[in-house]
C-alpha cells in the first residue's frame, strides 16, 4: 500500500472512531506542595486501547488531517467532564486544549457556547489548559472568550512559563485562577542541578507576587519531590505522585505524608546556632580542575563569564590545592609569567596549603580557622571534605551571611532579657515532641512569691533574679548532659524545658539545690534573717511573703498520650498549683 492510501486508511480508521465515540479518558492527580490533598486530575484523551490512536499524539495528528479538531475537543471534554460529575470529587477537572483548536474562532465560539449550554453544569470545577505548543496569543484569545461568556469561575492553565513583563501583566490582570505548569525538563534531577533550582525559586516569585499558581510536571523521584517543596512550588503530578488511572484514585497515604512533614519542615522557625549549624550546610558544589590543567586552561575558564574568584585542585577525589584568580593573574604578572605559566600545569602557582574541612564542623569554629590565617589568604575559599572527598567550598562571605542570619534569627523569636527561645519556638518544640513516638518529660518552672519582690526591690532587680533562674537551669541541664534538650523562656518568671527523657528527678533536685543558695544572695541580710517581705497583696493590705521558691510542674507521655500544646499547657498548670500549695521550692511529676 503507497503512502497515499496509508493516509487515507490513517484517516478513515480516525473518522470511524470518532463517529463510534471511541474514546476515552485516564486520570493523573495534581497534588498539593504544601500537604499533599489534591487539587484536581488531569484528563487525558486516549484512543481505543491497543490501536496507534490510544497514543495522544496520534490521535489529534489524525484530527489534524481530517480537519475534525473540534469534534475530537468536544467529544473526549464531554465524556471527561460525565465522568467527572458522576464521580462526584469536590475537587477540579483539568482539561487539554488543542493549539490548533484556535485556527478557526467562529469554531471555537460555537464550541463554548455548546459545551455550557447547560445551566446547571457547575464550571467552578473546570480549568482549561493549554498544551504546550500553545503560544500566549491563544491563551489571550481563550481567556477572552471566556470573559465574552462570563465563566469567570472557570480557571485556565498554559503548558509552558511566559517570558515577558507584558505577558506576566496581561495574566495578573485576569480574574480567573491562572495556573502556569512547569515543563518536565526543569523538574528532572532538580535536586542535583543549581542553576535550575535558582530558575524555579525565580519562577515561584513571579507567581507568589502576581498571584498565580506553578504546577510541577513529570515528578519521577523522591529527591525531585523533597526539592521542588523545598522552593515553594505551588502544585505538582508526576509517576512519583500517581501514574494516570482509569478511575479518580486517592494519592497514597505514605506520599501525602511525605509532602505534608516536608513542606511544615521547611517552614519551621529555626532559630539556629552557629556552634551546632555544620559548615557543609552551606557549602556549595563547585567546578573542580586537577594538577595537570595548563595555566591557559585556567584563564580560559576565568575569562568565560562564569563567577568564580576560586577553582579547587582535586586528584583522584581529594583537594590538593586552590588557585584564587586574583593570585593567578598576580603570578601572570611577573617578569615571563605569562610565557612561564601559561603553557605550564597549574600545580607550579597553586596554594598547596588551603583551609580544608569537614562537613561536621560547626560554623564557629570555620570562622575561627579563616580568620586565623594570613592576612593575604584571608578571604580564600574554604575547601569542604565529606567522607576524605572533596564536597564543595564556602567563602568568607558565606559564612558572614550564614552567621548574621542565624544571630538575627535567634533575635527575632529569643526572649529579650534571657536570650532564650521564646513563645513561637516553644510551642514548635512541643509540637514536634507531641507528633512524635518518642519519650519525652515538660519541665514548667516558676518562680513562687516573684511578684512581691518585683514590688520592694524593683524591676531592675527582678531581672537579675530571672536571669540567674535561666543560669542555674541551663547550668544544672548541661552537667546533667541534658545539653541536647530544649530550654526556653516563655516570658516574666516562667520557663520550660522538653527533655528526651523520663528520669528527670535528679535534675530537678539539682536545680532546686542550686536555686535556693543562690536566691539568698538578692535579699538583704534583714531579709534573709527574717525569712520573709513585706509587701502589699491583692487586696493593698500589707502580708508576709515568704523568701522566692521554685516550683517545677512535670508532665510526660509515660501514661497519657497528649493531642495539643494546649493539653499539656492544662495539665501542667493543675500540676503547678499542687508545687505552689508547698511554701518551699519543690517538684512534681505526674
Known sequence: MGQMGKNELFQRQFLEILDKESITNV??????????????????????????????????????????????????????????????????LFVNIDPSFFDDSHKVEQWMQNFFRDDKMDTRYIIFEMTRDSSINHFREFLEVLMKYKIKNC????????????????ISNVSCPIFIKLDMSFIRDIHKDQVKQILIKTQVDIANSLNFYLIA???EQEEELEQLVQLGVHYGQGYYIQRPAPGFLDIH??????????????????????????VGEISKGYLAIDSK????????????????????????????????????????????????????????????????????????????MAMMREEESLYDYIIVLREGKYFGIVT?????????????????????????????????KLKDVIAGDRPYSVLYFDLDNFKAYNDVYGFENGDRVIEMTAEV??????????????????????????????????????????????????????DRDH?????????????????????????NNRKQKYESVSQIAEHASKVKKKCKSCWTSNYIVE
Open 253 to 278: 497515604p505514605l506520599t501525602q505524608r511525605k509532602i505534608y512533614e516536608k513542606y511544615q519542615s521547611k517552614n519551621k522557625i529555626k532559630l539556629g546556632d552557629i556552634t551546632n549549624t555544620k
Open 293 to 368: 590543567t595548563l595555566g591557559k586552561e585556567v584563564n580560559e575558564i576565568f575569562e568565560s563569564g562564569i563567577e568564580l574568584q576560586g577553582i579547587p585542585v582535586v586528584d583522584g577525589g581529594k583537594p590538593v590545592g586552590l588557585i584564587m584568580k586574583h593570585k593567578f593573574y598576580r603570578n601572570l604578572g611577573k617578569q615571563y609569567g605569562y610565557v612561564i605559566f601559561m603553557k605550564r600545569s597549574i600545580d607550579r602557582i597553586m596554594e598547596k596549603n588551603p583551609l580544608t574541612v569537614d562537613y561536621d564542623t560547626p560554623l564557629d569554629r570555620v570562622s575561627e
Open 396 to 428: 568568607v562571605k558565606d559564612l558572614l551571611q550564614k552567621t548574621t542570619e542565624i544571630e538575627l534569627n535567634r533575635a527575632k523569636y529569643a526572649n529579650p532579657l534571657t536570650g532564650l527561645p521564646g513563645n513561637i519556638l516553644i510551642e514548635q
Open 531 to 555: 525569712g520573709y517581705i513585706m509587701a502589699q497583696n491583692r487586696h493593698g493590705m500589707m502580708e508576709k511573703f515568704p523568701l522566692m521558691s521554685l516550683s517545677i510542674a512535670v508532665v
Open 27 to 92: 486520570f493523573q492527580a495534581i497534588v498539593s506542595l504544601k500537604d499533599g490533598k489534591i487539587l484536581g486530575y488531569e484528563a487525558l484523551c486516549r484512543g481505543p486501547v491497543g490501536t496507534p490512536y490510544e497514543k495522544p499524539s496520534v490521535l489529534f495528528e489524525a484530527a489534524r488531517q481530517t480537519g475534525k479538531i473540534v469534534e475530537l475537543e468536544w467529544l473526549s471534554k464531554a465524556k471527561a467532564v460525565e465522568k467527572f460529575d458522576k464521580s462526584n470529587e469536590p475537587v477540579k
Open 473 to 526: 537551669i541551663e547550668q544544672r541541664m548541661k552537667a546533667l548532659e541534658f545539653e541536647d534538650s530544649f530550654f526556653g523562656h516563655v516570658g516574666g518568671d516562667d520557663f520550660v524545658a522538653i527533655l528526651p527523657s523520663y528520669s528527670v528527678n535528679k535534675l530537678c533536685e539539682a536545680i532546686i539545690e542550686k536555686f535556693d543558695k543562690r536566691i539568698s544572695e538578692f535579699y538583704t541580710e534583714l
Open 155 to 170: 480557571g485556565a492553565a498554559l503548558d509552558h512559563m511566559v517570558n515577558n513583563s507584558q505577558d506576566l501583566s496581561f
Open 217 to 219: 510536571e513529570g515528578i
